[in-house]
């Protein structure tokens, strides 16, 4: 009977743990599956108790179990009476782990309940609940079978993913609960085992006291362990609940998510994913509708890892603190464009970026800053070596390129240099070229401008495309034929990934860059950036204008879209449209005057805004707040403290 309930215990505290993983996927199947996996090991685990075997024996059985839910699941079609595992549903079973890991290293979390991946998530659960039982029911130590359950609580916080407070304290209250009832469970067992080895029900004596000061221990032991980083001096909240920076302090190369990107796409989705929005930086500027800010430039498109970093050898020069000349940009047309100059306060809380790389207009022509200044000649980017980000303040000259389309109409060629490598494209690819085709033919398009045009209007407007964040990271031809050709769905990852891709297809030299949106105004001249500001959108090559921005990512007031500007040279192929020092017009992908001042009292409200100038607002940060969470977390463990001991008279009563 003992046995019994430390089973049930070890099996309940397994499957409120694993709640800690709903930031890592999309859904809830893979909850389902684990939870069947856990209850599959509960019984594998009671039937081998039913004899005495040797403890290795009793796991191997466990294990089978295991396998045989695993079988059951993902591949009965191929099993001996959709049953029992065959060599073919093992082998089928053995491919789709591996599809699973290799899925998991190309998605960013939130991942999509793909079959490999929930498996991998099933199996995973199942392991852990498989060691739990052993440890908590067959050796009997329950306060040692927490061990597993932390590597369980803590998968999500190795990943650096973002989590809002409300799901983090749900999760810690629940796996909390699991476990104090795991211990309370085998407390029970001993204290009724002091009297008598195998008691009589009639004579087992009253442990609800004891029980009662074993949970009180708990609570306050968890309390304490909750407080101390936050009262002593000397320690940092960590990562647990903490805003994704890793360590103690937070602060390291490569570190986190912010105004580096160390990898661009994964840390991009995160920024987008999070649900409350963190300051990243603030600036003033004398532009009245500022350009986006560029950090890395993606210039080297592979079969099968998608767009990549640094394709080319980094030619660096030093910013002093003049930048070098814009790759293809010419002297005519620079004269023409506005010039324009921002200072920008970087959050006191931005993590180290591996590279030090700065978010700046394009194109800069200078960058005075504390720290030893670098840009990459191709792609302009800055880097300030040696300097810490967090809280750095700099000033950028820019120019605001607003080219006629007349004047893009009348481009000529590109250079062969440019052509050469800014237009290759894996061989995988060139089956998409008749759709690329298809659409320019479609638009009527007739010059190169004009196709550029024409993709970037299919893919917001005309082609039935939709703005989600809810989609699968696109990182090769496979999958980006599947999201132009039948899906249809994503956010700006997708859309710059495709345009770009296709561009090249028609011979036009493109890239793609990561960065942010000018963000939101919030008095006068003054502009705040936040994570949900994160953008990706392609870059297009045309001679005398060099690298032109695109915006093909459909209209939405979602992260990542809800302050996306439409260039203004695009909204019309012909004629000449006048200069602007504007750049960009906020029409359909832009955010209304309305939205703005709503999000500029959402971000009051949320702390990001303190008032005053751009240093002020670059001091704060919201996010998860700790105290916060700590309050949730006392409120849940009273709530369970008190519920308890009535959940437990009521059970008696009724035994």
Known sequence: M???????????????????????????????????????????????????VPVLVGVVGTLAGLLLYLNLVFSNGRSWGHLLPTATSLRLLWDLAGQGFHESSKYAPPVPALSGMVLLAAAGIGIIAVLTDLIAVRLGSAALAGLPLLLLFTEPFTLSISRDALGTTVA??????????????????????????????????????????????????????????????????????GSGQPGIGGHGPGAGSGAGFPDPNTQMSNELHTTQTQLEF???????????????????????????????????????????????????????????????????????????ALPVPYPA???TAAGSLQADRSSLMVFDNGQRLAGLSYSVKSLDAAPSAKALNDDAAAPSASTSYYTQVPAPYLALHGLAQSVVKAAGAKTAFQDAVALQDWLSAGGGFRYTLNAPTVISESGLANFLEHTKRGYCQQFSFAMAALARLLGIPARVAIGFTSGTPVAGNEWVVTSHDAHAWPELYFQGFGWLRFEPTPAGGAPGQGTATTPVYTLSTSGTLPGSSAGSQQGGTSATSGAASNLNQGLKNGGLLTGGGAGGAAGSRAGVNPWEVLGFSVLGLAVIAAAVPGGVRLLVRRR
Not at 10 to 38: D, M, N, Q
Not at 286 to 306: K, M, R
């Open 2 to 52: 003992a046995s019994h309930r430390r089973t049930i215990a070890a099996a309940a505290a397994t499957i409120l743990t694993s709640i800690s993983l709903y930031p890592v996927f999309i859904g809830t199947a893979w909850f389902w599956a684990g939870a069947g996996a856990v209850l599959a090991v509960a019984g594998a685990a009671t039937l081998t108790r039913l004899r005495r």
């Open 172 to 241: 810690f209250c629940a796996a909390t609960a699991g476990y104090l009832w795991m211990l309370s469970s085998e407390g029970r067992d001993r204290i009724r085992e002091w009297e008598h080895k195998n008691p009589d029900p009639r004579q087992m004596p009253d442990t609800t006291a004891v029980a009662a000061a074993g949970r009180r221990v708990g609570a306050a032991s968890v309390a304490v362990a909750l407080c101390v980083p936050l009262i002593i001096p000397g320690l940092h909240v960590t990562r647990l609940f």
């Open 282 to 356: 603030s600036y003033t500027s004398t532009a009245i509708n500022p350009q986006y800010f560029q950090v890395y430039v993606l210039d080297n498109l592979t079969a099968s890892e998608g767009w990549k970093i640094f394709g080319q050898p980094s030619i660096l020069a030093t910013v002093n603190p003049q930048l070098p000349a814009a790759p293809g940009l010419a002297t005519s047309a620079s004269n023409s464009f506005a010039r324009v100059t921002t200072h920008v306060t970087l959050s006191g809380s931005v993590p180290q970026d591996q590279y030090n």
């Open 365 to 367: 022509t200078a960058v």
